[in-house]
């Protein structure tokens, strides 16, 4: 269950209200890169944590942060909303060296929100569930944690590039911190598993009949002239999970040309996709197709050039 | 540039079709853990790739691969659903132990595909490009790379799990063996790149004064109660990145209750909420609202319950 | 801020787990009538509220209150999978009265997810942040928020016919119970606010020249043969609002037949587009566009059967 | 069935062509709030209706006005693209105090429409059918309809406040009226039906088992410190739908801490889950799990710090 | 499977990078009209293809070369973005006649991709993979190519106008050839089939009982006043497909008014809707409901204004 | 503007309800090829024509039928899924050779929309709005709405072969011919503006200068050994358009390996990205970047396996 004291988290100050960099400040609430997914993907790691207790509630606990964090960047996003444009007037009354603001807002803060945020990115694309991962698999679902917190804090560091405002650099450096806390906990999860080989290859718990032992550490080259695939780390030495030796070959095909039975009948298919050779359809020779029936004699007279 | 030879990288071959499999194999083509993503993906991060190009051509090598997953999966599919029932007539003469086929399989396998694959998952929602992560920082995609396989590869094995069909186990036994490779391949190239302790907290390249240093260690917890975090590698010793030293604390609230203006009356809000208490509406006391001009004569009058 | 407790709002249990009764769980959670979708909506009018403070503060708690409810559910949706068939074999030798088991449940919730919920609806159609309606007019807002309660209680009270799990129910009954009370209460927030009469139309604050009263309070026909339109509380006496006398008529157009200008020469359109009858090509009359220029003879080329 | 006679339902001008505004008046096409959503769910509503014909006659008479509302908008964004800017070189020749029109505008509307509408919103995000609320039950669809008409209104008016065209205002304050009308009339349905308090809580034809009757009529508080939830109108009196009586209360939780079975072994886990301790891997203990065979030997060696 | 060997099909070149130009790129990427649609469109035609070899190598073929445009396209995104302004004072600093230049560009440029192209269109919506039509019927598919192929020359003719750079605009010219060329490829396709007559109605192979022949040539008129619909070639003479004769007439329906059953008392309807009229609720009279039971009474009992 | 007479445009009746068939039909609602899709594409179509107007009022009208022909079909929905399984108890007393019922069904029919249709396809996919071409080319359009009626045709044709029930047979019998009819209507409209000759390469508006001919009527070939194309009717004689003269050939890259700038130090890349050789970190040597101003030394310092 869940609580709420109505502060916030830290300190949300905007200095000069800007609404372009609300429309930036978006992609932190609701892109893949930001916070409603860690929330939610923390939230639901946690609901369907199987296994020891502590990751459950860890996942738990950094869930329950982040929603904070939602909260300060919704609040920042309001708060350089105030002052925007609400009009063509005022928007060109306003004009500066930097343009039109409505040309570089997001119009929808005025039309939908009346001057707040959405859970939406930058661009106006909603947030969307699909990129909650949780996999039931604790160790996929800390790489996955991980790779969130790095484009998380990708993200916030643009930002406070991007901004000159000392409370929203003030804002993002905490957001910051975090995010480096956040991916070094997730990687001490893994680490408090038994390490990273211990782990790997993700599942661990796949019976070895599963796997085709011959392909599993071995680079392969897709280039057109058969040389072999770029050098590094990855094609020699012991591989990263301990488990193998790292090699590298081009590939070659080891499978077939795929060779799919002609349509059925009455699958939906054309006529013509019955027949071996269609340019002339005078002379087509209908392919064998399960349950044909009448459909040879059909084919015959409707690709005939001559029926009435 | 690019190049086929219409041969499969490995033979698919599939004993007695099931349709509903089908359905089951649709999520490793089109589904979040699926080949779909991860081609895109490899092939983003290679095309906008700056720096060593080394990386950038393991990328795009791994993702010409990954086509031919795909084409290997789209096969199963097809030939999975050979004979599958395209009437109920059919569907119930054909009824076994398992019941109805048309009730578990995707019936868009008959009604749009006509007995072939689709770009979307297990439960027929089409794969969206929002889920290839392309980032511009090499570190950070090289976590959502292993997030990939390692949810990739629990999904084959899961899949591997619920067939009992020995050309599908098969084919499935390849792409598992690749995933174990992708996993640490991609693994192996943060280890070129001077291993997890040089590259964390990524990005590594943002400026010191972007980071408030004295949350980015620290385990906060949300407890209700005001206990502290659970503990675990996560709150003690070195961190992961070598750069600090964990600990834990419960968090108190560091920053105000939020208070933004009230809103503007040329911003479509109600004119409630220009005021102060509203049960009352005869004793309305408007707030100060950036040019309310006549907007306070309006709420009153509004808000009379005895006006005309 | 926000803090937990690690516990449940209310017991859940389950006593026959169902993985099919999972499936049809997951549209109270990421269905647009689910838990979700209020949690979000309810914090984001919460974060972007502007006007009186208790609203805010009710709109926080309520918030708060939805992500025990998500948890819930979760929770439940899990312990419904415990014992899902993993495999065909699994199914077949499970196989009942209901038939396969396989059939009837989100394959995700094993191939994905492991046994356990996601953010997705009865379909796998992941929730998406579109539904979050946060307009920045607290009346609007909460005529949104009894929408949605009201079909979260129709759900709710379905999902409660459609199980006979004791514990299900009992859990459904609770929930029921709070959908009720946020109906209530989300219409007692308009009273507080004055009532719905003070309040309508919404919003309330538009300056009276932006409605052309002509048209505010007449029930327009559209019937073919220009009868009225149907009989109601909507066609006579005063209006809701108490603004207007209601009253009906049948509609008859009062707009002009659209006329756009013909297509701009370097707007990618087809050179017939710019003559005037195209059936006869060579009679071409080509038609007045802006800059057109030398399209005029390229048209007539064009369109010259007897061109070379 | 359906007919037109081409003419507009009310006249649409544009007398300063404006391309910027185009994009405004897409959120009132394709929005959330706009006249594609209204159309379609009156019409699902109309066609699905259950009960009284009045009401299925009244929405499919709405339905059938909103196609011209539609119609309208459509051919206000046509009109308003003529003279856009198709190339930056024409964008700049006609450079003014307010900047770049290209990069205001929505470019699909040159790229992609070739000047003119599209089912999209104000930021390009295309119409989706999910917000078409159709629930079955006519009170919770008519809270749903004033609530898009509310949105609606706020939407228009924000328009209307948005630009100077008298074309566009005089356009836009017909469409207001209509929200007004169309909000009004949604309530009057529900008067028709005996009232909010007949008809309230929604559905209310639930059986009185499926409610617990304890939470039904009460605030409950989530706040951190145990402190009561805010007052109100919700939080005494008799409740709205007059079957209870308003209190208020802080919230304990009632259930127990979840605790979900360990994973099985056959369902893509980590074998990390199914021990307890994990830090000390020499030193596991493994957590029953159901078929765990072998499984605990497994464990046991792979996570031996001391295995070959 | 699939080979690479690094280098572009046709050389991409930037000499002026522009960012806004970028945004517009995109949409040849991500959009509806983009490579990434035909790429995978033409893949899944190939990979599901029954029928004649050659139609699926061709599909083949061109889906192959789709990647190398995706990827000049990529290559040209980033390279536009090369200079771009990374924080407001380099905007501002920047400015030009055009006006701001983070106004125009897609923000997501700077903020998740780090200045590389993105899957997704003009306005950032990811491109999703239901735009993949791949029916299994190759005429249809066909026809779809064509649209496909005919929307994408538009684009890219629009894409040239709007740039002054050569090199941009020297690649487009290599790609509106590439559409061309395979706009009267799949119009060869149909040709090699037999032609448009053999191959229409598409699919050619139902049954002609499953056809209504009466409607199959006939434009129906839906004007209101009952007049004949617009006249042209649709209207009269031998149909296209050949198999019937073009006429036109005004529709009159000839279906029923639709009559659903009324609402099942445990399927989440109001109780209004099974009663006859509800204006005067004393006086209902309750629907016949199949199962109604002791639905009846509770009605009276719910609906009676004088109940206690 | 728009009219209705409440009647159906043809008879709908349904025999035997069937929920399981009630989902297939959702696909021909809201599935891509469904009729949502060609109702609102030919609208925007219509709503957006420049150039003839009776192309304009043909899109008008056949717009104007689709909506008859979404009513149908909702229509049929709703009656299949009269007497449907609302509980699991009633699921298992109607058991039949079929099985389960509610396997196979939408559950959202009972959950959401309370045995009514939704605008979403056969596996619960809500219809969107971007399958809605309108290109402003009306020859662009014309193929695309070929397209749509070819496999909107072929679901019927599948639906039809999919049900028993002769009411059902018969009402898609009637939407079969329709669909035959808007087929050849719409190739009609291209034979009307001058065949397709005449109007090929779509657009055929753009400057000669815009196409590089040298690649407009080539085959190119992809395959990695060098050999030629598929041959057939694309690869030899006078193209489709009449304009150029089909050949084919293998085709080898002219451009170059793109060659992208390394990262700006303030994009958020790794600094691992802007050094040439990373894997023995004490070595590096920085590349050029510009502005690189400290980060030269910066880089030295982090990736120096001996700093302190």
């Given at each position: ?11 949300v ?6 609404p ?13 890169e930001?916070?409603?997914?860690v ?42 909303l ?33 001057l ?37 804090r ?38 408090d598993?038994?390490g ?22 071995v ?26 030796e ?10 077939q ?20 050779g269609?340019?002339?359809?005078g ?26």
């Amino acid at each position: 269950m869940y609580y709420t004291d109505k502060l916030l988290q830290y300190p949300v100050r905007v200095e000069r209200p800007d609404p372009v960099f609300a429309r930036a400040l978006q992609q932190a609430i609701g892109g893949v890169e930001g916070e409603i997914r860690v929330c939610l993907q923390y939230f639901f790691q946690a609901w369907g944590a199987r296994g020891p207790t502590k990751y459950r509630d860890l996942l738990l606990n950094t869930a329950t942060e982040e929603i904070a964090h939602i909260e300060m960047l919704a609040t920042a996003v309001a708060l350089n909303l105030e002052g925007a444009p609400l009009s063509i007037k005022e928007d060109i009354a306003n004009d500066t060296a930097g343009g039109s603001v409505l040309n570089g807002m997001d119009m929808r803060h005025v039309l939908s929100a009346g001057l707040a945020a959405m859970p939406a990115d930058a661009n106006g694309v909603p947030f969307d569930c699909s990129h909650v991962y949780a996999s039931g698999n604790t160790a996929a679902d800390m790489t996955a944690n991980v790779a969130a917190e790095a484009t998380g804090r990708a993200l916030a560091g643009r930002l406070w590039n991007m901004t000159d405002d000392p409370g929203m650099k003030d804002m993002l450096a905490y957001l910051i911190a975090r995010d480096t806390f956040h991916q070094n906990q997730f990687m001490a999860v893994i680490e408090d598993m038994g390490g990273l080989e211990a782990n790997m290859p993700i599942p661990n718990s796949l019976p070895p009949e599963s796997q085709n032992d011959e392909f599993a550490y071995v680079t392969l080259g897709f280039n057109r002239d058969g040389s072999p695939p770029p050098e590094g780390r990855w094609s020699q030495g012991v591989s990263i999970d301990g488990k193998g030796e790292f090699s590298a070959r081009p590939m070659e095909p080891l499978g077939q040309e795929p060779d799919l039975a002609p349509p059925r009948p009455d699958s939906g298919a054309q006529m013509q996709q019955m027949v071996d050779g269609v340019t002339t359809p005078g002379a087509v020779k209908p392919r064998e197709a399960k349950g044909a029936g009448g459909v040879v004699e059909a084919i015959k007279h409707a690709l005939d050039p001559d029926r009435p």
